[in-house]
């Protein structure tokens, strides 16, 4: 076939087209990055946001267990094949029981927490991601509006750009990245009359874990202003020092008919490559998800969904509030939050805002006369050690350009040598 046939094959999708425009500067930084943790001499890769150890022990055994052959035991051979679109019964059982003892039902009937139907109200999704797909897909029309806070997990923006709807982003401020106040927020519902709002904590990239009242907040201007909501809750189990997640949900009850909240294997159980994510809301809009989802990938990779359920399984086993209840990686990662931004400070003079939860910590760049892209391509050149320029988190044009990630998902062993390599006099 020659070139000139080729430029006369119908154009691709315009909307996909014009997703991809859009993504331009952003995934042109995510691209550099990329290409820099490539290089020989890196010694420390914290810009993407995995665990360079092993995910959860149980899920891992199960794993093993599932991909035994099944000589003849047609039920283990079945854990090979398609589960239902909504994912397997066991997973939902198991999900629906570890959400139980992770936020314990009300004794009153019908009211907050309560448990979660495993039948109806959960969809398993194949990652995290894919649940805020279909969750963005099915709320949202062209031409709606989706509000999100920014920094924002760049995948929202894109997302409802496929959608065809508008982002409009609300700025959280350096260093305490809290939700606004109602007087602020109020007046950003009425300009922008979101159909849709993104909630995210703990967050990704700040590490802030919102407040019952910054919560109250957002879900009450929800409520007048008629909105949908996503709480992307990934991070749940990752908060530190003495703070607490609440989902959304829980403190403001009555958006449950119009909230979905997202949760993910990847985070909970570090298995970041085993793509087993999940969604939970209301009958009919966890059905309408499920719509996309059984058409984008059908179902969840069968033995993996098993394993993961294993691991939900022995968490759901511990009494609630029991401290083992509580990723052992925890207290490692306020130690290499910790470690990092002293190492920063010491060597470059910046300052850091100490995560409350999640999986990243964010320093202020500025004292380096550095552009956080400037900084970041210095840090990788010239010690070795890779992060990410907050501006990819901003989906609005004018991105603080002083800020940049660092994941403290890591060994001790590879915060040690990014801490040598900064710290070295050269
Ligand atoms: N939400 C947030 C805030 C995230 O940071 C991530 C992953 N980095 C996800 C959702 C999606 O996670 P996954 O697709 O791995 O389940």
């Given at each position: 076939m020659s070139a000139s046939s080729i430029s006369q094959l119908p154009k691709l999708s315009e909307r996909v087209r014009n997703s991809m425009e859009r993504a331009g500067a952003g995934a042109k930084v995510w691209a550099e990055v990329t290409e820099l943790s490539r290089q020989p001499n890196i010694v420390a890769d914290l810009g993407q946001g995995f665990p360079d150890f092993d995910g959860d022990s149980a899920a891992l055994q199960a794993c093993r267990d599932?991909?035994?052959?099944?000589?003849?035991?047609?039920?283990?051979?079945?854990?090979?094949?398609?589960?239902?679109?909504?994912?397997?019964?066991?997973?939902?059982?198991?999900?629906?029981?570890?959400?139980?003892t992770s936020y314990p039902p009300s004794a009153a009937a019908g009211h907050f927490p309560r448990a979660v139907d495993a039948d109806q109200e959960l969809l398993v999704c194949t990652s995290g991601t894919e649940a805020l797909y279909c969750a963005v897909m099915a709320l949202l029309d062209a031409g709606d509006t989706a509000l999100v806070f920014e920094p924002s997990f760049p995948w929202y923006a894109p997302q409802i750009g496929l959608a065809e709807a508008r982002v409009a982003s609300v700025r959280l401020d350096y260093p305490a990245f809290r939700l606004p106040d109602e007087q602020a927020l109020r007046a950003v519902f009425e300009r922008e009359r979101p159909k849709l709002v993104i909630v995210n904590s703990p967050h990704n990239p700040s590490g802030h874990v919102a407040s019952a009242d910054e919560l109250r907040t957002v879900g009450r201007l929800c409520l007048e202003f008629n909105c949908y909501c996503i709480s992307d809750e990934v991070y749940e189990k990752y908060v530190f020092d003495g703070h607490c997640h609440q989902?959304?949900?829980?403190?403001?009850?009555?958006?449950?008919?119009?909230?979905?909240?997202?949760?993910?294997?990847?985070?909970?159980?570090?298995?970041?490559?085993?793509?087993?994510?999940?969604?939970?809301?209301?009958?009919?809009?966890?059905?309408?998800?499920?719509?996309?989802?059984?058409?984008?990938?059908?179902?969840?990779?069968?033995?993996?969904?098993?394993?993961?359920?294993?691991?939900?399984?022995?968490?759901?086993?511990l009494p609630h509030g029991d401290p083992a209840d509580v990723p052992p990686m925890r207290q490692r990662f306020v130690d290499n939050a910790r470690k990092l931004a002293a190492a920063l400070a010491a060597t470059f003079g910046v300052t850091s805002s100490l995560p409350h939860g999640g999986y990243f910590l964010v320093c202020d760049v500025s004292p380096t006369g550095l552009t956080d892209t400037e900084f970041c391509s210095a840090l990788a050149k010239d010690r070795g050690v890779i992060a990410i320029p907050l501006r990819v988190f901003y989906p609005s044009s004018d991105p603080p350009t002083n800020l940049v990630r660092f994941s403290i998902c890591k060994t001790p062993e590879l915060i040690d040598r990014a801490v040598a390599a900064m710290t070295r006099p050269i």
């Open positions: 599932v991909l035994q052959p099944s000589d003849g035991d047609r039920v283990k051979a079945r854990r090979h094949q398609y589960s239902l679109v909504q994912g397997s019964a066991r997973l939902r059982g198991s999900l629906a029981a570890w959400l139980a989902r959304l949900v829980d403190v403001v009850p009555e958006l449950w008919p119009r909230t979905l909240t997202v949760g993910s294997a990847s985070k909970l159980f570090s298995l970041t490559g085993w793509r087993v994510g999940w969604l939970y809301g209301p009958a009919d809009l966890v059905a309408a998800c499920r719509s996309i989802h059984g058409n984008a990938s059908y179902c969840a990779p069968t033995p993996l969904q098993e394993a993961v359920a294993a691991a939900l399984d022995q968490a759901a086993a």
